[in-house]
């Protein structure tokens, strides 16, 4: 097997796309059952997946399947009132691990 240098300008593995990071943005109140709207932005080299964990029990996963970036909106209903916290875990083979996690009140209707 004969392996040639890369030519100078080509991209190797470290060049493409971006250094892991996700952000989650999303209301800072809301009330019980009605549907709570939070949007995550996402980048890296190769994603495998988001988890989405509420805070109340429930979780979520959205594969991304080595994408270099992943936005959208996730969204939640909760069934009682409190302060959660919303957190996002994105994981990306090259990269590692990354975080997020905001804190929405929940208040009765």
């Known amino acids: 097997m ?8 080509c991209y190797t593995e470290d060049e493409i796309g971006s250094p892991l990071a996700i952000e989650l943005e999303g209301p800072p109140r809301g009330e ?8 995550y932005d996402a980048v890296g080299r190769s994603l495998q997946g988001i988890v989405f964990t509420w805070g ?5 996963s ?4 080595g994408a270099q970036s992943a936005s959208g909106t996730m969204f939640h209903t909760y069934e009682a009132a409190g302060d959660f916290v919303v957190s996002a875990r994105v994981e990306d083979s090259v990269e590692g ?4 996690e905001l804190t929405i009140g929940i208040q009765e209707s």
């Open 2 to 9: 004969l392996i040639l240098p890369a030519a100078p300008g």
């Open 32 to 39: 019980v059952d009605e549907q709570v709207a939070v949007r």
């Open 56 to 60: 109340d029990g429930a979780v979520d």
């Open 62 to 65: 959205l594969a991304t399947a």
């Open 97 to 100: 691990v990354a975080r997020a």
